[in-house]
């Protein structure tokens, strides 16, 4: 071997020497900058869907709030409805009120839990449950209603005896006086028929709705109270139009009256109920 | 006559009077009614039957008649309910 391939042997040695020292480190270099991006895309990722959870939960909790509002907004124009009925006992009206309140106080809760809760999972959970107690809530918002309306038709029925009595005194005094009542008489007689009419609906439409329960999931008996409510809402739909039909020969009875000329001298008796 | 028998007379004369005053305004009072109704004893109520009482009545009629169809129309809505859908 010459000098020079001995130099030049050396030279590769040392050359191989030198670049497998280098060698790892280049490759410690590589690892350490793939951990890196792979750690930033991890941290992007997880940024990303905690972003997207919270935009998630933000319409989720928007929505459920929308309809809790809804409903506590109704209950409580109901509540109010139901301090003013005045044919039922204070008793009747307590139990109603105590119900009303019950689903305003649960909805109220589950707004309070809505809003703390910190996953989608929980918050998902949760909504759910405003779509579960629906099933309550649209029973008793017709149910009460119902009651309510038959209330009014009992209240006007109330009226309607007042001005009988007053109508019965003017029609008495006509005949008294010569005046052919014949044809007024009539009018009142159909007034009376449909009077009772309006009574016998109403009093129909509460004795369909008073004892309905929640269905509890039960798709059955949620039928019955479908059918209950829809007959019972029919009832007081055709109360009203009897009302309306005994008011309109109200009208013409006291026409009549009127243009009989008689002086009006007496007073009407009726007895006042409590 | 002596004086106290002439006031033991006017005294009596002035309580019989008194008597009948009271007597008369109890009387009148069903039939003085300017108002549409006054409530006496024993669950009664005696109304005037006058062009106006009657004209009364029947306002107050048609008052309760269109709060009683908000009352149906509140039982119509509260039938055809439709809840917010609940998810995402």
Sequence with gaps: MTIKTKIAASSLCASVLLLSGAMPAFAQTDINATVGVTAEVGTNKADAKAKVDATRMDKVRTRANQEIDRRVSALTKLKTRIGEMKRITAEQKAGLSATVQAQIDSLAALKVKIAADTTIELLKTDAQSITNSYRIYALIMPQITILAAADRANELAGQFVDLKAKLDVRIAEAKNAGKDVTAVMKLRTDMDVKLADAKVQSDAAVSLVASLKPDNGDKAKMEANHKALMDARAKIRTSNESLKAARKLGNEIVRAIKAMKINASGNASTTVTQ | ?88
Excluded: R
């Design chain 2, 1 to 88: 006559m002596s004086n106290g028998m002439k006031v033991g007379i006017v005294a009596i004369v002035i309580i019989f009077l008194g008597a009948w005053y009271a007597n008369k305004d109890s009387a009148q009072a069903p039939l003085d009614n300017t108002g549409s109704s006054e409530q006496v004893g024993g669950g009664q109520q005696y109304s005037s039957t006058s062009d106006d009482s009657l004209d009364k009545d029947l306002a107050s009629i048609d008052a309760s008649l269109k709060a009683f169809d908000a009352d149906s129309a509140n039982a119509d809505a509260s039938l055809s309910d439709k809840p917010v859908t609940q998810g995402e």
